[in-house]
């Protein structure tokens, strides 16, 4: 299985995005999407997960439960942190368990005793935890990053990293992400696409 653009076309303006494209993107693995800035990395991502459909062709063979998490933190800011996680759980699975999920992926990502705040008590790299965790646990079929691992210092890095790494690496998931940094292909199996190069 794979997710395949056939023909596709995206116009910015009258700046051409992509022109009659045909990809085919490997399901149940890792892709790193690559490549300069403006180039339609984050754009190709949300075509993908199906929220740009201002394109000519077809995109085919995209799972039905999708977890992204943008570039943007997209925290809601009257919610604190657990119960922005709560609130995409809520209807997937019982209260008990949710309540145990959202308490593990908080341990995970170094926020336990933070879960009450809400996000402008939080610092950006906190903000950003805590929009990790929420698409982490969403319990999806693919994983879409737009750059993930943005703006912390090395040794968080490393644990948010093998976090991933133990949450999605071998797990037959589909992992799409959005990066600039050359350490995480280099630490990573994964299949890189330079999109500027398309």
């Not at 996680?85 to 997937?92: N, S, W, Y």
């Not at 982490?136 to 993930?148: G, I, N, Q, V």
């Not at 990293?161 to 292909?185: M, P, Q």
Request: charged share 25%.
């Amino acid at each position: 299985m794979s997710i395949r653009f056939e023909s596709v076309s995206k116009v910015f303006g009258e700046h051409i995005l992509f022109e009659d494209l045909n990809l085919e993107i490997k399901t149940g693995a890792t892709t790193v999407f690559t490549g300069r800035s403006g180039c339609g990395k984050t754009t190709m991502l949300r075509m993908i997960a199906g929220l740009d459909e201002d394109y000519s062709g077809a995109i085919t063979g995209v799972p039905d439960a999708v977890s992204f998490l943008f570039q943007e933190d997209r925290l809601l800011p009257w919610y604190n942190v657990e119960q922005n996680i709560e609130f995409v759980l809520r209807d997937m699975m019982s209260r008990e368990k949710s309540a145990e999920t959202i308490r593990s992926i908080l341990n995970d990502v170094q926020l336990t005793g933070h879960e009450h705040k809400l996000p402008q008590a939080l610092s950006g790299g906190m903000q950003r935890r805590a929009a990790m965790a929420r698409a982490f646990c969403y319990p999806s079929d693919m994983l879409l990053m737009d750059e993930p691992f943005k703006g912390f210092d090395k040794k968080l890095n490393n644990v948010l990293f093998e976090l991933f790494e133990r949450l999605y690496a071998n797990s037959g998931k589909t992992v799409l992400i959005v990066s600039h940094d050359h350490w995480l292909t280099e630490r990573l199996t994964c299949d890189v696409i330079d999109i500027a190069a398309l």
